[in-house]
């Protein structure tokens, strides 16, 4: 199964692709969609919208997970930050992928055991689960936890409806 992790961002949206086989996690691509602040938010909202797309056409996954928008305390950021989040889960959705949402402290909490998480201690504990990934920023390596934090909700999902089967 191929995931797409993705951490919204208006002025840099997070990109993160991986492979699950069975219980193995394997890193695939990273990256991050940069909007263009010099043009109007339409403009930049196309861009990433653009980018995602190009994200899901380059490496076809199967499934995304969008991270939630936390609340800043200006409200005019938080405005523009759900704007972004909106067509950064529009671009999957559009594209048939099912998409996960989870809070930044689930995912931290998934990734490294604790919610309160540093921005550092997700990207070393992203470079540990996943060998080789250097993670180009991050944005980057906080989308890739949101991927794997997927991978194991998902997981867990699976197992419990065929448990209730």
């Not at 199967?62 to 991270?67: G, Q, S, Y």
């Not at 540990?128 to 991927?147: E, K, R």
Request: proline share 4%.
């Amino acid at each position: 199964m191929r995931l797409l992790g993705l951490d919204p961002g208006l002025r840099n949206t997070g990109w993160g692709v991986i492979d699950v086989v069975d219980n193995r996690l394997r890193h695939v691509a990273d990256g991050v969609i940069r909007s263009d602040a010099s043009l109007s938010l339409a403009e930049r909202l196309t861009q990433l919208f653009d980018g995602v797309n190009g994200v899901i056409a380059q490496w076809e996954p199967e499934e995304a997970a969008v991270e939630e928008t936390f609340v800043n305390k200006n409200p005019e950021s938080t405005l523009k930050l759900g704007q972004a989040r909106g067509v950064v889960l529009l671009a999957p959705a559009k594209a048939g992928l099912v998409v996960g949402e989870y809070a930044a402290a689930l995912v931290k909490q998934s990734v490294v055991g604790t919610g309160r998480a540093a921005k550092q201690q997700v990207g070393m504990m992203v470079r540990t689960l996943l060998p080789g990934c250097l993670a180009a920023t991050p944005d980057a390596a906080d989308a890739l936890a949101v991927a794997i934090c997927h991978a194991h909700h998902r997981s867990t999902q699976k197992r419990l409806a065929r448990a209730l089967s």
